[in-house]
C-alpha cells in the first residue's frame, strides 16, 4: 500500500541520519581512529539493524569526507593532515568573512526581519550554547565542548539567513573538529588549551563591532593552527 511503503520510507530515513550521527560522533570523540577500517555488516550487527539504512549512512558520511569508501574492504575513518586542517581553517574563515560583510552592509538577514522579541530570544539562545560550550573548555571537556561548539556555530551562523552557507560552515566545523581531535585526544590535560570566546564573539556581534569579531577569531585560528602542528610533531 502507498502509505505503509511512505512510513517505511521515512523510518528507514530517520534510521539512516540516527547511524549516520551517532557514527559522526563516535569519531568527534575519538573513539573510531582515524583509518580505522569497519564492514556494513559489522556496523548493522553493532546497532542491532538491517544493512541497507547503515549502507546508505556510510555513503552519507563519506560525501560529507569523514569515510572513506573501498569497494573491496569497506570504509574506513578519513585520515586528515596539518594541511588540510590549515585548508579548512581557511575555508570557514572565508565563509564567515562573508557573513561579516554582510553585517556591515546592513543586509537582514531571516532573523533580523523578525520581531524585536524573537531576534533577542534567539541571541539568548546562541548566547546559552556559548556558555555552555565556555564551561566546557574551561573543564577540558572535549567531547560537551564539541557538541555545544557545533550547535553555536549552527544557530549563529542562521542570523545571516543563508542556509547554504550555514549548512557549508557547519559541514567545515565538523571536519576541522575530527581533524583537531586525532590530535587533542593526546592531551592528558586539555584545560587552557581549547578556544572560550564563544559569548565575547556573540556580544561583539551583536555591537556591529565585526573589527573585534574578527580579531578574536583570527587569533583563534592561529592558535588553533599552531597546536594541532605542534602536536603532529610530537
Same mark, same amino acid.
Given at each position: +500500500?502507498?502509505?505503509?511503503?511512505?512510513?517505511?520510507?521515512?523510518?528507514?530515513?530517520?534510521?539512516?541520519?540516527?547511524?549516520?550521527?551517532?557514527?559522526?560522533?563516535?569519531?568527534l570523540a575519538?573513539r573510531?581512529?582515524?583509518?580505522?577500517?569497519?564492514?556494513?555488516?559489522?556496523?548493522a550487527?553493532? *546497532?542491532?539493524?538491517? #544493512?541497507?539504512?547503515?549502507?546508505?549512512?556510510?555513503?552519507d558520511?563519506?560525501?560529507?569526507e569523514?569515510?572513506?569508501?573501498?569497494?573491496?574492504?569497506g570504509?574506513?575513518?578519513?585520515? *586528515?593532515?596539518?594541511?588540510?586542517?590549515?585548508?579548512m581553517?581557511?575555508?570557514?574563515?572565508?565563509?564567515?568573512?562573508? +557573513?561579516?560583510?554582510?553585517?556591515?552592509?546592513?543586509?537582514?538577514?531571516?532573523?533580523?526581519?523578525?520581531?524585536?522579541?524573537?531576534?533577542?530570544? #534567539?541571541?539568548?539562545?546562541?548566547?546559552?550554547?556559548?556558555?555552555?560550550?565556555q564551561?566546557? #573548555?574551561?573543564?577540558?571537556?572535549?567531547?560537551?565542548?564539541?557538541? &555545544?561548539?557545533?550547535?553555536?556555530?549552527?544557530?549563529?551562523?542562521d542570523?545571516?539567513?543563508n542556509? &547554504?552557507?550555514a549548512?557549508?560552515?557547519?559541514?567545515?566545523?565538523?571536519?576541522?573538529?575530527?581533524?583537531?581531535?586525532?590530535?587533542?585526544?593526546?592531551?592528558?590535560?586539555?584545560?587552557?588549551?581549547?578556544?572560550?570566546?564563544?559569548?565575547d564573539?556573540?556580544?561583539?556581534? *551583536?555591537?556591529?563591532?565585526? #573589527?573585534?569579531?574578527?580579531? +578574536?577569531?583570527?587569533? *583563534?585560528?592561529?592558535?588553533?593552527?599552531?597546536?594541532?602542528?605542534?602536536?603532529?610533531?610530537?
Amino acid at each position: +500500500m502507498p502509505g505503509s511503503s511512505g512510513n517505511g520510507a521515512v523510518t528507514r530515513s530517520t534510521l539512516r541520519q540516527q547511524i549516520a550521527d551517532a557514527l559522526r560522533d563516535e569519531v568527534l570523540a575519538g573513539r573510531l581512529q582515524p583509518g580505522q577500517e569497519f564492514t556494513v555488516k559489522e556496523i548493522a550487527e553493532q *546497532y542491532g539493524v538491517s #544493512a541497507t539504512p547503515v549502507r546508505e549512512a556510510l555513503v552519507d558520511l563519506s560525501a560529507q569526507e569523514l569515510l572513506e569508501a573501498d569497494q573491496h574492504r569497506g570504509f574506513r575513518v578519513h585520515e *586528515y593532515s596539518v594541511e588540510d586542517y590549515r585548508g579548512m581553517i581557511e575555508a570557514r574563515s572565508l565563509i564567515i568573512e562573508g +557573513m561579516f560583510l554582510q553585517l556591515e552592509e546592513g543586509r537582514e538577514s531571516v532573523r533580523e526581519s523578525g520581531s524585536p522579541e524573537r531576534v533577542a530570544a #534567539a541571541i539568548n539562545g546562541v548566547r546559552r550554547r556559548g556558555e555552555e560550550a565556555q564551561r566546557a #573548555a574551561a573543564a577540558g571537556d572535549l567531547t560537551v565542548l564539541i557538541g &555545544y561548539d557545533l550547535r553555536f556555530w549552527r544557530e549563529l551562523s542562521d542570523f545571516f539567513g543563508n542556509p &547554504y552557507l550555514a549548512d557549508f560552515l557547519h559541514r567545515l566545523r565538523v571536519q576541522t573538529w575530527v581533524c583537531a581531535v586525532q590530535h587533542l585526544r593526546r592531551l592528558t590535560d586539555l584545560r587552557g588549551h581549547l578556544w572560550s570566546g564563544h559569548t565575547d564573539l556573540v556580544d561583539a556581534l *551583536y555591537r556591529r563591532d565585526t #573589527a573585534t569579531a574578527r580579531r +578574536m577569531l583570527a587569533e *583563534y585560528n592561529a592558535d588553533s593552527v599552531a597546536l594541532v602542528e605542534r602536536l603532529a610533531e610530537e
